[in-house]
């Protein structure tokens, strides 16, 4: 008899699945008598990074501190108690009643921990489907597990997912083991009357379900999961389930790619900066949000779906430092802003001085009569030559700014903003620089109160002067964060960005007939990044989605501050570092970006 003959016509689904075993042959597949599959991170998997962080959740659930170490201790204490009493396997009645809480009975802890193991567990994709179906074509399949649950767990947890009688055999109820002398393989082959070489065994853990099998005469095969390099302990649980829903979804597994680096870390970010604007909002009684182009792209995504519930309304807003700089810009002040113009000039042309506020550059004879090059790269010496041509040439970059200004002004009333409202404008951070330039480019024809939101404002000299007169709040600021949190998040905030981003131009101004805005693509040595920060924003939105049913499903609620927590451990040590998907990135700032040189994330931290 041939596989082909068994799966049918949907053979080809299952190429994957059988791909997966190391040495595993259709023909086992179709001679075996018994078909044994483990069950934890074989047939059905956990959406977390490690198993054991589900006592975390259970502790969040029953409001017990420390519950993890406690549990863990506990089991400890139960399989010190099995070996006294001479037996081979733990149960989780064992566990709790080395349990002490004076909160819960040792009954109402054995629930809660069952009914969230049955609410945690999903099938395991494809090798589910395989399973199901191999059933379905006559086989006899069976569920195999080293566990402290009884045989009943598993058969709910099948139960659940439209599998009905499959004959179980856990450690817990056979008082036998698979990892110790393969006992439980014995007591199989005894009670379905089989010997246990027509028995074939599958799992993912090689002395339990491959080594201790094989040794008992069955044929064994391993099973390589695709996620056991995103297996980790000791994370936030925010980044938990991350990496544990990421065995759910195809092409997100390797987490070097974009969707994967959105979903394992900026979809948390998103969701809990989200939440806590949301909070704030509230509280302050704000009238509009304004995301941010780019930063706030994806959180307006969220809101659009649904996924913080009701919110205030909002509004995507193609706003930049740059855009509503240039908009306050006039003849009278002109000069004190020839700094800003020239910020993070040296090494770009001095014709790319001009492009990146939307100035068309004048011919080369022009500059050179300044003293300058058009294409030459400027250094430090040739800002004072810069200074005079900016200055000669302002009523040219004057109509720029004039030409914002009034679509800016059209942007906000198409938008319907009414005088006295409140208005929150949601940044990234770090200093509040587009908050001013808004406040002085808006102050010019509407009186409204600005708040600024920001996931961190740093410890500099700018932040500290414009809280004189912004009114900025911080998910992590120095009123509720440790000092040497905010500065590493600070040195690390390029990285950072690149999670708060949109796929579209950075904006630098806004058309006066349409207020539509105007976009730069950046200059010279990049590569289309468009398709990269769309990755990493289809990654994010995933993340919510699975998130938001998740902790429905599980009833739990992690903080704003709890799904942070994924976006802090990359910063920490820089651990970005490791992912080449953000250290390749190359001119993702397009005011700094020039034909001449090619700019890497590393290229803007602190050293």
Known sequence: MLMNTILGPEFNRFAEAIESFKDLSVTALNDAEVISFDFFDTLFTRPLADPEDAFDILGKQLGIDNFKTKRQSAQVEAFRQMSASGKKEITIAGIYAAFADDKYTSEQLINAEYQLELNLVEPNGIIFELFKHLKEAGKTVIVTSDMYLPARF?????????????????????????????????????RLDVSTDQILHVGDNEISDVIRPREKGLLAYHYCSHYLSTICKGLPLSLSFAQGMLKSHEGYHDLQTYKSLGFTYGGAASLGFLKWIKAQAVAQQIDHVFFLSRDGYVMQKMVERGDVGDFPDSTYFYGSRTALTLATINDQNFVQFIPFLLSGAEGLQPREVLERIGVVPPAPEIMASFGLSAETALTPELFPLMTNFLYAWRWQILLVCRKNRRGLFAYIQKLGIKSGEKIALVDVGWSGTTQEAFYH??????????????????????????????????????????????????????????????????????????????????????????????????????????????????????????????????????????????????????????????????????S
């Open 154 to 190: 598993f058969a709910q947890a099948l139960e659940q997912h439209g599998v009905t009688g499959v004959a179980v055999f856990s450690s817990a109820d056979e008082n036998a083991t698979k990892r110790d002398s393969g006992e439980l393989f014995d007591i199989i082959a005894r």
């Open 441 to 606: 480019a808006v102050k010019q024809f509407i009186d409204i109160e600005i708040h600024g939101y920001y996931f961190c404002l740093a410890n500099t000299a700018e932040k500290l002067r414009r809280t004189t007169f912004l009114q900025m709040h911080a998910m992590y600021e120095a009123g509720n964060a440790d000092i040497s949190l905010i500065d590493q998040i600070y040195e690390n905030r390029v990285a950072i960005e690149l999670f708060f981003s949109a796929p579209h131009d950075s904006i630098i101004g806004y058309d006066a007939a349409t207020s539509s805005p105007v976009g730069d693509q950046g200059r010279g040595l990049k590569r289309d990044l468009s398709q990269s920060i769309s990755d990493i924003c289809d990654g994010a939105m995933l993340f919510a989605e699975n998130y938001n049913a998740l902790s429905k499903r599980l009833n739990i609620e992690l903080t704003p501050h709890e799904l942070s927590l994924s976006m802090l451990t990359l910063v920490q040590n820089k651990k970005w570092q490791d992912y080449s998907a953000i250290t390749g990135i190359s001119n993702f700032d397009a005011w700094g970006s020039s034909r001449l040189k090619s700019l890497c994330v590393e290229d803007y931290l602190i």
